[in-house]
């Protein structure tokens, strides 16, 4: 999708995303910073258990959700 639709980071899909997963690794990230994956439906539960696995998932809310508490400080 070129028109500026954020799109699921699973690799290979092209679907439009609408959770966002907040992770971050501990070996190299200090506690506060999150970096984020975005998921279509169908791959939200992929994506947030091969993160929950490593102890990297910190947070999965939708896009929607994620964009506006952005606009209060997040991101």
């Not at 070996?27 to 539960?45: D, F, Q, S, V």
């Amino acid at each position: 999708m070129s028109d500026g639709t954020p799109i699921c980071s699973a690799k290979g899909c092209r679907v439009a995303a609408v959770w966002v997963l907040a992770w971050n690794n501990p070996k190299i990230h200090t506690p506060e910073r999150r970096k984020t994956w975005l998921a279509c439906e169908e791959h939200r539960e992929h994506l947030s258990q091969f993160l929950g696995v490593r102890g990297m998932l910190k947070d999965v809310v939708t896009l929607t959700e994620w964009e506006a508490s952005a606009g209060q400080g997040r991101g």
